[in-house]
């Protein structure tokens, strides 16, 4: 997929999705939804899917457009990063997902781990706040941030779930293959520098 396109059509997406918010004017607002059907038609074209579908799916979409918020935890033992292999594409990722409404980053990625892993961790320090778009992910339809956190380990067991179909402890020489719609190579070898270098300041965009 053309990532330029990806971008442009999800602009606009959020563009008629904030217009739908706030305008009552009716001719407004078919000119809005006609805009959330060309970007739909965008991602369409550029991907092959149904583009009602799309439409269908940006029609879901309610209130003033904003990016989505992925949480990770990044966690440690001796030496090794924490993964889990993803039952959707059957490769592995650091343990995360949505955070949802109510929780602070910090609890998101605390219960995602646990949820993934059967690891229970504390996170202490955020390592990235990542706009998805600028580092190398898999397209996806809507804008993304990603919230990195090192996440110190407390206790627990390692756990399959719904979601998850494996569970391990990987050295960086020894990495099994990643899950690139979650995260990146360059994304883990960056963790183990700050691993390396636990006085790095927070990695950014």
């Known amino acids: 997929m053309d990532l330029q396109?990806?971008?442009?059509?999800?602009?606009?997406?959020?563009?008629?999705?904030?217009?739908?918010?706030?305008?009552?004017?009716?001719?407004?607002?078919?000119?809005?939804?006609?805009?959330?059907?060309?970007?739909?038609?965008?991602?369409?074209?550029?991907?092959?899917?149904?583009?009602?579908?799309?439409?269908?799916?940006?029609?879901?979409?309610?209130?003033?457009?904003?990016?989505?918020?992925?949480?990770?935890?990044?966690?440690?033992?001796?030496?090794?990063?924490?993964?889990?292999?993803?039952?959707t594409d059957g490769r592995w990722t650091l343990p995360g997902g949505w955070a949802d409404v109510g929780e602070s980053p910090a609890e998101a990625t605390e219960r995602?781990?646990?949820?993934?892993?059967?690891?229970?961790?504390?996170?202490?320090?955020?390592?990235?706040?990542?706009?998805?778009?600028?580092?190398?992910?898999t397209p996806y339809i809507f804008h993304i941030y990603k919230v990195f956190f090192r996440c110190e380990l407390l206790g627990g067991e390692p756990s399959e779930s719904i979601e998850t179909a494996g569970v391990g402890f990987f050295r960086e020489d020894s990495l099994p293959e990643l899950s690139l719609g979650r995260v990146t190579p360059d994304e883990i070898a960056r963790f183990f520098e700050h691993l390396r270098h636990p006085d790095w300041p927070t990695d950014f965009d």
């Open 112 to 137: 995602e781990v646990y949820e993934e892993s059967g690891y229970r961790t504390r996170a202490v320090k955020l390592l990235a706040l990542y706009d998805r778009n600028r580092h190398g992910h």
């Open 5 to 87: 396109w990806l971008a442009w059509a999800q602009r606009l997406e959020a563009l008629a999705q904030s217009g739908l918010a706030y305008s009552e004017n009716p001719f407004d607002r078919e000119r809005y939804e006609a805009v959330r059907r060309i970007a739909a038609e965008m991602v369409a074209g550029c991907t092959g899917a149904d583009p009602a579908l799309v439409d269908e799916l940006f029609a879901g979409q309610a209130g003033y457009a904003t990016p989505k918020v992925d949480v990770r935890g990044v966690v440690f033992r001796d030496d090794a990063i924490l993964l889990v292999k993803e039952r």
